[in-house]
């Protein structure tokens, strides 16, 4: 069974500076898809970004890219001039190429110093 | 578009009370899922459809029973409520050949 591992219950920032949140995933599938997911209080999940695994190039959203990294099995998420709004729950999420079941870590919360 | 619904937002069962959380989709998804989320614990799958009239198991179904009788309901049902199940619910919904996940906006559940 695939397991999607995040390391940093916690994580602080100031405001405007650039923040890493880490994640790593142990599978043995060679296709498969990673995504980030921002959960607010309001306890909506947002989307933020997503990786196809043959994808080489790292995705990037605005403030939001990511550190690919298929060999090492990582997968961290970087948000740059980081927002009071950016403060939430992180959830790194694994989807496989061959099922639709997409696997979650615990998350890292995030707060947002001014 | 209103995409996943799901209701109701809240509820206070009392133990061994039985009820049945509402989702529904208008995006014409194939896939819906049942996820349970538990402070620290990230989102658990408790079941899964990739269509009408097809539904399985994910990581913890015990106490749970869902139907898919058409593509856009997937109502999950609780019999016998207990403390355990205490939680936050999220209904999710994604097309078969498109990765990103949609989600409601959870139903908070507390078993007394």
């Known amino acids: 069974a695939q397991t999607v591992t995040q390391s940093q219950p916690e994580m602080s920032v100031q405001e405007a500076e650039t923040v890493t949140l880490s994640c790593t995933y142990d599978?043995?599938?060679?296709?498969?898809?990673l995504f980030w997911y921002k959960q607010p209080p309001s306890r909506q999940m947002i989307l933020v970004i997503r990786?196809?695994?043959?994808?080489?190039q790292n995705a990037t959203e605005n403030r939001f890219s990511v550190n690919f990294q298929k060999a090492a099995k990582s997968f961290s998420l970087k948000i740059s001039d980081s927002q009071l709004g950016d403060a939430a729950m992180y959830f790194c999420?694994?989807?496989?190429?061959?099922?639709?079941?997409?696997?979650f870590g615990k998350g890292t919360l995030l707060t947002v110093n001014p | 578009n209103a995409g996943v619904t799901q209701t109701p937002k809240f509820r206070i069962l009392k133990i061994g009370q039985s009820m049945t959380l509402q989702c529904t989709q208008d995006m014409n998804h194939n896939y819906m899922y049942w996820y349970r989320q538990d402070p620290g614990m990230g989102l658990k799958l408790i079941y899964y459809?990739?269509?009408?009239?097809?539904?399985d198991k994910g990581e913890v179904p015990n106490g749970y029973n869902v139907s898919r009788s058409t593509t856009e309901d997937f109502p999950l049902r609780l019999e016998l409520a207990a403390p355990s199940q205490t939680s936050v619910y999220f209904c999710?919904?994604?097309?078969?050949?498109?990765?990103?996940?949609?989600f409601g906006q959870g139903t908070r559940l507390t078993v007394v």
């Open positions: 999710a919904s994604s097309y078969a050949d498109n990765t990103e996940a949609f």
């Open positions: 990786q196809e695994a043959y994808k080489q």
């Open positions: 459809s990739v269509g009408a009239g097809i539904t």
């Open positions: 999420a694994y989807r496989g190429g061959s099922n639709y079941k997409l696997t």
């Open positions: 599978t043995s599938e060679s296709d498969y898809y």
